[in-house]
């Protein structure tokens, strides 16, 4: 990877967390810590947007030592809520577009080449991020411990003879297809609450179901979304959220839902930014699980971050979620 230097000295590496029009004042800037490793947070002017970066040390933030600590769960933690409270710091004043984790740069430069070459983009996406703001919303289908019951007691008739082996198919047949409905049902109940909360958003996207190892439940999670609400009607979105994860409001589904976040899901470089329409769905894209923004991981997800722009590629970059 080239590093745009001055002489022969080494330009450093900075860590970049969100790009904005309205830069944090000093004082807020400074009672924030980043990476605990790194220097204070500073604004960096490029063109005319501005980006909240970081000063890190390359023996820690070079590209082979940061893979090997965010391979460590509790580093993976450390910098996910450090980025955090980057991203935080800088929306404070404004809307902001939060950069993936570890977006680093070699140099000042560098970072400011990546923005300027994309701020057409930028200007755009921070217009449509203005007063808005993103919830996350996921559905599992209800847990049904009557099954495995069922499920042990037919086990027991399975070797009590010819006519109790066809009762007992018989009997398994008829569960498969409870099972079956019931999944179908649990399904479209799920399609049901997007529906319903997408009536209140300017956009959604849904990401992919998180796996039973990060969701420490048995039933499968059916719907993991994200919405994006003007601030006006955040209030109406809330009553619909309230209504919907109400017990027996949907008895095949249970629903929950957090927020309000910076928009991380909706902040993308590579899209039109003019293209809110009610409610769209935006393009997804493999990623692996995720951790909900402004949580470790493995907690919530979702969030799908923007890339870096194309003038000058960030020395790595991870990407880690919501």
């Given amino acids: 990877m080239s590093a745009s230097t ?16 309205t830069p944090p004042d000093v004082a807020t800037l400074a009672a924030v810590t980043g990476h605990e490793e790194g220097g204070p947070l500073r604004v960096l002017r490029a063109g005319g947007l501005c980006l909240v970066v970081q000063d890190v040390p390359a023996a820690l933030f070079g590209e082979e030592a940061l893979a090997e600590r965010l391979n460590r769960p509790d580093d993976l933690e450390r910098c996910a809520r450090a980025h955090h409270r ?7 004043q404004g809307p902001v577009v939060p950069l993936p984790m570890a977006t680093l740069y070699h140099g000042d430069r560098s970072a400011e080449q990546a ?14 991020l203005r007063g808005r703001t993103e919830w996350a919303v996921k559905v599992h289908a209800t847990e049904r411990a009557k099954d495995a019951a069922a499920d042990a007691g037919a086990s027991a008739d399975a070797g009590a003879g010819a006519a109790a082996g066809r009762a007992y198919l018989s009997r398994a047949s008829a569960r498969r297809r409870d099972r079956q409905d019931a999944n179908a049902k649990a399904v479209a109940e799920a399609d049901a609450v997007d529906a319903e909360l997408r009536r209140y ?25 994200a919405y994006l609400v003007e601030d006006a009607e955040r209030t109406a979105f809330t009553r619909a959220l309230a209504r919907l994860t ?12 957090s927020g309000p976040w910076i928009p991380y899901s909706f902040a993308r470089w590579d899209e039109d930014p003019d293209a809110t329409g009610p409610a769209r769905t935006e393009p997804g894209h493999p990623a692996p ?22 003038a000058e590629q960030p020395l790595t970059r991870q990407e880690v979620r919501a």
């Fill in 115 to 128: 923005v300027v070459s994309r701020e057409a983009v930028l200007d755009a996406l921070l217009d449509r």
């Fill in 246 to 257: 109400a017990a027996g409001h949907r008895p095949a589904v249970e629903v929950s839902a």
């Fill in 86 to 92: 980057g991203v935080e710091a800088a929306a404070g």
């Fill in 201 to 225: 958003a300017v956009a959604a996207t849904r990401h992919r179901p998180q796996s039973e190892r990060l969701t420490g439940r048995r039933a499968p999670q059916l719907l993991n979304a």
């Fill in 289 to 310: 699980d995720r951790a909900e923004p402004g949580r470790p991981a493995p907690d919530h997800t979702e969030p799908c971050p923007p890339r870096p722009g194309r």
């Fill in 6 to 21: 001055a002489g022969s000295a080494d330009p450093g590496i900075v860590c970049a967390f969100a790009v904005t029009r």
